[in-house]
């Protein structure tokens, strides 16, 4: 026992080569996330037609992958009060995204986010809780109709106004919002309890089963 047959690598060496395989793989999809981050900002900026509502697209890198956020601004709201009916402009940006989206393989989550204002008749009929649900889902059909294949969408979630993007002023109406996020591999298998998806990179193999220095 404790010897190492012919052709195969000994214990340790196989985590090593485990970990450097995901790490690579991270680093490859944070690239690509990257990457499609800098052609959404080109879409953007070169659309004469998107080119009105581009303050009110916000692009990060979080934890869960690339954040495509769009905010409301005072008279450019991306629907009417009250309403998950798209404006003529936002369904523009949206199918213009998910031409864009289309394009890589990442899960998608979609939030609808609203102010602080009580809505409606409040916690017993219909409240912020479903607006936000309603238009987050009213988002994903306008998603589809610009190209996204519809089995991309992981998660459609309405969050009402528990998370405000100005935490200072709950009812300014940069917390009313759409978020799309494009995610990573270790997110989606948060969210499907698997493990995460292999990426199909085969510099990302051979990066792992290269021997390290000195061994």
Avoid: C
Wanted: no cysteine; hydrophobic share 35%; proline share 7%.
């Amino acid at each position: 026992s404790g010897q190492v047959k012919n052709g195969e690598l000994p214990p340790d060496q196989k985590t090593i080569n485990l970990a450097a395989l995901k790490a690579e793989q991270r680093r490859l999809e944070m690239e690509r996330l990257k990457g499609l981050r800098d052609k959404v900002e080109d879409i953007l900026a070169n659309n004469p037609k998107l080119a009105a509502m581009k303050s009110q697209i916000r692009l990060d890198m979080i934890r869960d992958g690339l954040r495509i956020q769009i905010v409301d601004e005072n008279g450019r709201p991306m629907f009417d009060s009250g309403s998950a009916l798209v404006k003529p402009y936002m369904r523009d940006l949206l199918a213009e995204l998910g031409n864009v989206l289309a394009e890589v393989p990442n899960r998608l989550t979609l939030e609808g986010h609203t102010d602080a204002t009580p809505f409606g008749a409040g916690e017993r009929g219909y409240s912020n809780w479903e607006l936000s649900s309603d238009r987050a889902n009213a988002s994903r059909r306008e998603l589809i109709y610009g190209g996204l294949p519809e089995e991309r969408v992981l998660r459609v979630q309405g969050l009402a106004s528990i998370s405000p993007y100005d935490t200072k002023d709950p009812s300014h109406p940069s917390n009313r919002r759409i978020s799309i996020i494009v995610m990573n591999a270790e997110a989606q298998a948060r969210v499907t309890g698997g493990d995460p998806p292999q990426l199909d990179l085969s510099s990302a193999g051979r990066a792992a089963d290269a021997p390290e220095p000195g061994r």
